[in-house]
């Protein structure tokens, strides 16, 4: 099952709850093979969080100026992160090389834009926003390896397009879901600019974010009863527990996340709360992350150079 994230946002609205559970229940099969583990932490590379959080923000910022779609960026910031856990020669250089690394933020970037754009943008177009930096025929020659490399899988589920799924279980009786929408729309998008979150499956930060969103809502506008239900509805749809100590820990990062960059809170009302932990679990396999949310991601200025 292949659908773009950039589907209408009310993609299972004509869909029954069943159909949508099996919709997910095939999202979630598949998204296992689209894992990647954290590569900035590894011994040997030179690319650290700077490096990559300055070159997300430089594609979003290209994307924004040549009004691509912003989860475009998102999808190609996926395929790097990926691309960087590869054993490919290039992985490995660009690990230990910062202008490598350039080159494969450049490719991947043109990648997406090939896969997910109406119209593709030419090699030699990517090649002049780096400047000269890299060249057409280096973006082209890297775009196999990659494509290689990621055993031409790209097409896998984003969290944006778990978040619009699961978003259609919600009541009819839901008098805000244009806000929900937005607020875990939005998260996710920051998600991607988080280090930490690169292990973490797509449907756990879907999760994560519709239940920060959710926790927004003034009470009339959905029902205790009703908020409750649709949180159980969730966890039945994903497997995942709400309550888990891993979705605890992307809920705080995603609200610190959100309180920086639009400079308020998302206010929680404590009916689905919070608990912090320090290491969490997931498919078996643990990952460290901070009991609070701090950021450890210096802001940079968008340039190419790092």
């Given at each position: 099952m292949n659908v773009y994230p950039q589907d209408n946002v009310a993609a299972g609205s004509m869909m029954q709850e069943e159909d949508l559970y099996s919709v997910l229940s095939a999202m979630l099969r598949q998204e296992e093979e689209y894992q990647c583990h954290g590569y900035l932490d590894v011994d040997d590379t030179l690319v650290d969080e700077i490096c990559r959080t300055k070159?997300?923000?430089?594609?979003?910022?290209?994307?924004d100026c040549t009004q691509l779609q912003r989860?475009?960026?998102s999808v190609s910031i996926q395929y790097l992160d990926r691309f960087m856990c590869t054993s490919s020669p290039s992985a490995k250089r660009a690990r230990v090389?910062?202008?490598?690394?350039?080159l494969v933020v450049l490719t991947?970037?043109?990648?997406?834009?090939k896969i997910f754009e109406p119209f593709a943008m030419e090699a030699s177009l990517v090649s002049r926003l780096s400047r000269g930096v890299h060249?057409?025929?280096?973006?082209?020659a890297l775009e196999y390896e990659i494509l290689v490399a990621l055993q031409w899988r790209l097409n896998g589920p984003t969290s944006l397009q778990f978040v619009n799924y699961l978003l259609e279980l919600l009541p009819t009786s839901c008098r805000c879901?244009?806000?929900l929408y937005e607020h875990s729309h939005f998260q996710t998008e920051l998600s991607i600019g988080d280090c930490t979150l690169i292990p973490i499956r797509r449907s756990?930060?879907?999760v994560a974010a519709i239940l920060n969103s959710l926790e927004n809502l003034e009470k009339e506008s959905?029902?205790?009863?009703?908020r409750i239900r649709y949180a159980e509805a969730i966890s039945i749809s994903t497997g995942i527990e709400i309550f888990s100590p891993v979705i605890n820990t992307v809920r705080l990062r995603l609200l610190d996340s959100f309180s920086r960059s639009s400079g308020y809170s998302l206010a929680q009302a404590g009916i689905l709360p919070i608990k912090e932990s320090k290491q969490t679990t997931t498919n078996g396999k643990t990952a460290v992350v901070d009991k609070s949310p701090v950021c450890v991601i210096k802001e940079r200025a968008i340039s190419l150079e790092l």
């Open positions: 070159m997300t923000e430089w594609v979003f910022q290209v994307v989860e475009t960026a090389d910062r202008k490598e690394y350039q991947t970037f043109y990648i997406a834009t060249s057409e025929e280096e973006i082209v879901k244009a806000s756990v930060i879907a959905l029902p205790l009863n009703e």
